[in-house]
């Protein structure tokens, strides 16, 4: 009798401790950190709807597409980071946040995404918990130029913590595209960047972050965002983060 409880035991500790490290596996492979902005398309079939959770400021911010949107590529038309999506037919995007979010949770396994279900959980929760005095939401039309559009989401989905270390950020264009670096430059000062000079350099193959100093958020930001090598450099520059576009950056999706 002592055996088989043993075993019992023995077989539930198993069980649970592979319960726990799926779960930190599943933590680990998240992409929302549960404290920066965090911004997410939701579209179905006929519509389209932004939503971007900031729990530094306990605020979400919605924007809902409005026209021709079929064919619109949203990174570069609203010039802002989009760090997951959500595609489903079966949602229903004009309702209130937190419906839209438990309808995606019990949905989960029949969305198309690249969030995980922690994120998804986790985005659950803060807008459970965000009062509707802090959400704001706006509609924005396909065909709205971009300066306008600029000034829209400049103020709906700027990231807090990069306006706060006020990090100057230069951008080289080393590319052959013409435009490239004013294209990620807009996407940046939406952010909340504070860029101060886009210029064009020689061709390079490879692109690249350089700072100096210390590591900041910032930093790691736009590390994370555009998938490039960070590297120190010694020698003084005008900025204290320098993105140099090389040739493998030329086709963005991103912006």
Known sequence: TKIAVFFVIFVCLIILGSVILKAVHLVSQGNFDGSNRFTISISSNKNFKILSFSPNTRSISVLKLDGKIKNL?????LG??????VKAGFLET??????LMSNIVFGYRR??????????LRLFLVSKTTSLNDISTVVVSSTLESARIDEIVAKLFNDSEIEKED??????????????GARLGRLITNMGGKVVQVSTGNLQRNSLILYNGRETYTLRRLSKLLGFKITQENKQSIANIKIVLGEDSKNPSLF
Not at 80 to 85: K, R, S, T
Not at 94 to 99: E, G, L, N, P
Not at 167 to 180: D, F, K, M, P, R
């Open 80 to 85: 802002i980071p989009i760090d997951g999506f």
């Open 167 to 180: 990090q100057t950020i230069e951008i080289v264009n080393a590319t052959s595209v013409i435009g490239l």
């Open 73 to 77: 590529n949203v990174n570069k038309f």
């Open 94 to 99: 004009d309702r209130d946040v937190a419906s």
């Open 111 to 120: 969305i198309e995404t690249n969030l995980t279900i922690v994120d998804v």
